[in-house]
Structure formats: C-alpha cells, structure tokens
C-alpha cells in the first residue's frame, strides 16, 4: 500500500503565507521576496504546483479550492 508523502515544511509555509489578505500586490511580493527569497514568477509557479497536489488539498481544503477557483477565473479572463 503506498501513501502519499506529506507536504514539505515550505510547502505548508506557502500556504500559510497564503492565507494572508493583501491589501496591495506591491506589498505582497515585497513579503515574497523576503520571506522565500524567491522572484514573484517563481513563487507564483510553485504556488500553483503545490494547488494542484492532493496531499495540499488535505492540509487545507478551503484555501486550497480557493486558490483553484482563482487561479481558472484569471485563466478564462486571459482567454477571452
């Protein structure tokens, strides 16, 4: 029987970092820089890798469906 391997401390970092309401773009990927070190690009596409994991979706389901419902709204708004 496999299972599925738990989520990294980063990774749950991320969604912690996530659950925070930003007021201004700008702030939040100051805080992204500064908190993971990390270009806005690239947090961005490890954000939405992790979204699309399973086990992320047992950590925190609510956020994680958020962040699902967010992301497609954006790409049908791109593609029309």
Known sequence: ???????TDLELAVLEF?????????????????????????YYQFLNRLIDRPEALVADPQLVNRLQR?????????AS
């Open 18 to 42: 996530e659950r925070a309401r930003w007021k201004y773009s700008g702030a939040k990927d100051a805080a992204i820089l500064s908190m993971f070190g990390w270009s806005p690009t690239r």
């Open 70 to 78: 967010l992301r497609d709204v954006r790409r049908r708004a791109r």
């Open 1 to 7: 029987m496999e299972t599925t391997p738990a989520l």
